[in-house]
């Protein structure tokens, strides 16, 4: 008798320790993605820093603190009948849009002899503001003086306003003739009053 309860006790041991080498520590279940959604008034806080090693293709970075933008073109031209001696040509912002000029260019035909000079009127914030401009004689061809000039610059236009580049010569005989382009990129403002710093 005393036999068989030992062979019971060493049996029910040998189960446990069976059971607990075959089943071993609790298993944590694998993790599952996690998708954080933040809006722009509630944004996910980054502190610190974060080195990139890269030597295939280039890590294209965004500048998230800049809103929306989009390239902006534009070119005209006026003309100056006898005895016209200024013209304006006018370029619409559209509403809602700031647009950001990084360069302007020039080029103006007159009878030889005269010289001419730029200027842009803009609107920034409310206030209007007048920006002069030298262009340089580049020649005479085909009977005409001909004066030129391109210029890199920042220059900001309220959303919704006209950008005016005015020609003005020294004589007004003769015909004579203006073109002026603008490129840039416009912001979107988005909501609320005024737009964002670009």
């Not at 029910?12 to 998708?35: D, K, N």
Request: with cysteine.
């Amino acid at each position: 008798m005393q036999r068989n309860t030992k062979a019971g006790a060493s049996l029910v041991v040998g189960m446990a320790l069976s059971s607990t080498m075959a089943w071993g520590a609790p298993q944590v279940p694998p993790s599952a993605p996690v998708t954080v959604v933040n809006t722009p008034s509630n944004p996910v806080p980054v502190t610190g820093s974060v080195t990139f090693g890269n030597t295939g293709d280039p890590l294209l970075v965004r500048n998230v603190a800049i809103p929306a933008r989009s390239r902006f073109q534009a070119s005209g031209n006026c003309p100056m009948e006898e005895p016209i001696i200024s013209c304006f040509i006018n370029f619409t912002v559209p509403s809602g849009r700031l647009l950001v000029i990084e360069t302007v260019s020039f080029e103006v035909f007159t009878p030889p002899g005269q010289r001419a000079v730029e200027d842009i009127f803009i609107a920034q914030d409310g206030v209007d503001g007048i920006f002069f401009y030298a262009v340089p004689l580049a020649g005479t061809f085909f009977g005409n003086d001909i004066q030129t000039g391109t210029s890199a610059v920042k220059l900001y236009a309220d959303p919704g306003t006209t950008v005016k580049v005015r020609t003005t010569r020294n004589i007004g005989t003769g015909k004579a003739s203006a073109s002026a382009s603008i490129s840039g990129h416009l912001v979107d403002c988005g909501t609320g009053s005024g737009c964002p710093a670009p």
